[in-house]
């Protein structure tokens, strides 16, 4: 049974755990459920990246803090994902983002988005996490030759304006190094991949470690506010709380709280895993070492090689969460594969499944507090936040808008409240219903544009 937040009510306890690469290689630790009345200044909904970090600086702050999951940990996008650690988050590259605003905020922008995968190096290397960190080249490759050009010509803008080192390869280049056919081009950044699963279990551990409480299997079914706060109600307990943070990003339910109702878009991304490469596909392939790729097409294909030497290979998924497992869904992913390796044809698929991404309305994400009347929130007898709208990007940086948002909730860190994340709140999408039959016509013009 796939979940699907347009039309579930809402993660229970009771759905299985995906049959990800990530679960059939680690057990996630297993945490209690709330099964009695709690107090805590500050409750976290949403126990992935996001609120696990959230939590992480509350606990840090020596605030007290408690922290709520609808099901067990990993189940949604932090059990899922590639495990790409990119720097970016939405769908805004930092150009666009200097067209839109100027070269002032897309640096804002840059800094924050480099901070994102300073903060989880460091917090790797500060407790000593075991999160299979590897560290690889990663290729933008370019599906036909305009994109080839842009391609070319944004890394060099990138190296000159925001400094950001790149290599142009040219297709004989990906032919020869990689084995690749079709490309039109590509250009090589510095890269790093982990196992996302265990990052998950180590933030918990952390968590726990610094003071905070921890449930899983325990969704929050209602959000009442109350005259100095929240009363939070789960299926067996409740939890009276002075500050809400809310980081349910693409699982939230689709009716959940003014703040976050309508205001992103869950798209489903599928991932499948190879079995391990024998000698000659390498060979053929060049895909020895860890390395990760993605292209420029509008419904991007991102692959990688892993540690035992499968290949993962992930792109958009069925509209619908009931098609997530089709016959058909698996086969149009394993086609593009072979059209991106033919000699890896008839190798064998051994995991298949499907995440949901959160889509915000103008591709930026946001980390925002409900603060009409301007008082310090630090002051405030209670506020409501929320992080949420990575589009698909957030491995580095969900953790990061975690801590931002932690930060923004307590009025500490040094958080620069002009830029596009945090100084407003995400848009709230027109005809909600729509949504779906605009993203099929999307993906059946994106299959004619990029034959
Ligand atoms: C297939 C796929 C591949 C991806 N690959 C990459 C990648 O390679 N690199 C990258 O940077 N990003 C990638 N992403 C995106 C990235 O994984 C996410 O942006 C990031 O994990 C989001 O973290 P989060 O904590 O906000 O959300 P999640 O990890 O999804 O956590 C949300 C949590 O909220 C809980 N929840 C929902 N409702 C309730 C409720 N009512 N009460 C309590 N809890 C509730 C859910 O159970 C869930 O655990 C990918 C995503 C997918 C789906």
């Given amino acids: 049974m796939t979940y699907d937040p347009i039309v579930s009510h809402g993660v229970s306890a009771s759905l299985p755990?995906?049959?990800?690469?990530?679960?059939?290689?680690?057990?996630?630790?297993?945490?209690?459920?709330?099964?009695?009345?709690?107090?805590?200044?500050?409750?976290?909904?949403?126990?992935?990246?996001?609120g696990l970090s959230a939590a992480i600086t509350l606990a840090q702050a020596k605030q007290q803090v408690a922290l709520l999951d609808a099901n067990s940990l990993g189940f949604g996008c932090a059990g899922r994902n590639g495990g790409f650690v990119l720097s970016g988050s939405g769908r805004l590259s930092l150009s666009a983002i200097e067209d839109k605003w100027g070269h002032t905020v897309a640096t804002g922008m840059q800094t924050e988005f480099d901070g994102a995968v300073d903060l989880l190096k460091k917090r790797i290397t500060d407790f000593d996490m075991q999160?299979?960190?590897?560290?690889?080249?990663?290729?933008?490759?370019?599906?036909?030759v305009k994109q080839a050009e842009q391609l070319c010509a944004s890394?060099?803008?990138?190296?000159?304006?925001?400094?950001?080192?790149?290599?142009?390869?040219?297709?004989?280049?990906?032919?020869?190094?990689?084995?690749?056919?079709?490309?039109?081009?590509?250009?090589?950044?510095?890269?790093?991949?982990?196992?996302p699963l265990k990052l998950a279990s180590?933030?918990?551990?952390?968590?726990?470690?610094?003071?905070?409480?921890?449930?899983?299997d325990s969704p929050a079914i209602h959000i009442e506010k109350q005259k100095t706060g929240f009363l939070v109600t789960t299926p067996s307990g409740s939890v009276s709380a002075k500050h809400i943070l809310i980081a349910t990003n693409a699982y939230t339910p689709k009716r959940f709280h003014d703040s976050v109702d309508n205001k992103q878009f869950p798209v489903q991304s599928s991932i499948f895993v190879t079995a391990p490469l024998n000698n000659e596909q390498r060979a053929l392939t060049g895909l020895t070492a860890p390395m990760s790729f993605m292209d420029t097409r509008m419904?991007?294909?991102?692959?990688?090689?892993?540690?035992?030497?499968?290949?993962?290979?992930?792109?958009?998924?069925?509209?619908?969460?009931?098609?997530?497992?089709?016959?058909?869904?698996?086969?149009?992913?394993?086609?593009?594969?072979?059209?991106?390796?033919?000699?890896?044809?008839?190798?064998?698929?051994?995991?298949?499944?499907?995440?949901?991404?959160?889509?915000?309305?103008?591709?930026?994400p946001r980390i925002f507090v409900d603060n009409k009347s301007g008082e310090n929130n630090a002051l405030r007898s209670s506020t409501i936040g929320y992080a949420m709208g990575y589009c698909g990007s957030g491995v580095s940086f969900a953790a990061f808008a975690g801590q931002r948002l932690a930060q923004r909730m307590m009025g500490t860190g040094n958080v620069d409240l002009s830029l596009?994340?945090?100084?407003?709140?995400?848009?709230?999408?027109?005809?909600?219903?729509?949504?779906?039959?605009?993203?099929?016509?999307?993906?059946?013009?994106?299959?004619?544009?990029?034959?």
């Avoid at 180590?202 to 899983?216: D, N, P, S, W």
């Avoid at 033919?342 to 190798?347: A, F, R, T, V």
Wanted: hydrophobic share 35%; proline share 6%; glycine share 8%.
């Fill in 299 to 364: 419904m991007k294909y991102y692959y990688r090689v892993l540690p035992d030497g499968r290949l993962l290979f992930g792109g958009r998924g069925a509209v619908k969460g009931k098609d997530a497992e089709s016959v058909k869904e698996k086969q149009r992913l394993y086609n593009a594969m072979v059209k991106s390796f033919p000699s890896l044809s008839g190798i064998t698929m051994d995991y298949f499944w499907s995440g949901w991404v959160s889509v915000s309305l103008d591709s930026m």
């Fill in 202 to 216: 180590e933030y918990a551990r952390v968590a726990k470690e610094l003071g905070a409480t921890l449930f899983y």
């Fill in 131 to 144: 999160v299979d960190l590897v560290q690889g080249p990663y290729l933008k490759l370019a599906h036909n």
């Fill in 17 to 50: 755990s995906p049959p990800s690469y990530w679960h059939a290689t680690h057990k996630p630790t297993a945490l209690p459920s709330l099964n009695k009345s709690v107090i805590s200044d500050y409750l976290v909904i949403g126990g992935g990246y996001t």
């Fill in 420 to 451: 596009p994340l945090y100084q407003s709140p995400l848009k709230t999408y027109p005809f909600p219903k729509a949504r779906r039959l605009a993203l099929h016509g999307l993906y059946q013009w994106a299959k004619i544009a990029e034959r």
């Fill in 155 to 195: 890394a060099n803008h990138l190296a000159s304006n925001f400094n950001v080192p790149s290599t142009t390869l040219t297709p004989k280049d990906l032919t020869a190094r990689f084995g690749i056919e079709g490309a039109y081009g590509g250009v090589e950044l510095e890269g790093a991949c982990l196992h």
